[in-house]
């Protein structure tokens, strides 16, 4: 696997695992690897401007468990922006949508740290919601 693949599956995999604890069909014990991705000092600024550290993710995510059932989240024009020795920054588009009819279109640039182990941790976000 090159480097590069390492970031873009860090997406991919992340994103299925939000869809399914979002969608309620995460297994119960689903939330402890999922919030495992995410570096302690990780800091997000949502579509809307708020800001959350790792610890408020963490009771978003808490809250959020089937409480969007048929969520499908849709990745797109994802690339690696810049990839250097201790992490990459990583551009996507992400579509949301589930079964009350709700549609977001979102751009997205995460930052993340390559640990010694080699795995990779989410340090930062910045989500956006496109403009039709």
């Known amino acids: 696997m090159t480097d590069k693949a390492l970031y873009l599956n860090e997406v991919i995999d992340t994103l299925k695992a939000i869809e399914q604890w979002f969608a309620g069909t995460a297994a119960d014990n689903a939330l402890e ?6 570096s302690e000092a990780f800091s997000m600024v949502t579509p809307s ?7 408020g993710v963490g009771e978003l995510f808490a809250g959020a468990r089937g409480r969007r059932p048929g969520c499908v989240i ?3 024009e994802i690339e ?3 990839q250097y020795e201790a992490g990459a920054t990583v551009r996507y588009r992400e ?3 589930d079964d009350t009819g709700t549609h977001t279109d979102r751009l997205s640039t ?3 740290e ?3 182990d080699g795995r990779v941790l989410w ?3 910045h989500e956006t919601f496109k403009q039709a």
Request: hydrophobic letters at 50%.
């Open 123 to 125: 340090r930062y976000l």
């Open 49 to 55: 401007g708020g800001q959350l550290d790792k610890s």
């Open 80 to 82: 690696v922006i810049v």
């Open 33 to 38: 690897p999922l919030l495992a991705r995410f």
């Open 74 to 76: 849709t990745l797109g």
């Open 114 to 116: 390559k640990q010694p």
């Open 110 to 112: 995460a930052v993340f």
């Open 95 to 97: 579509w949301q949508a």
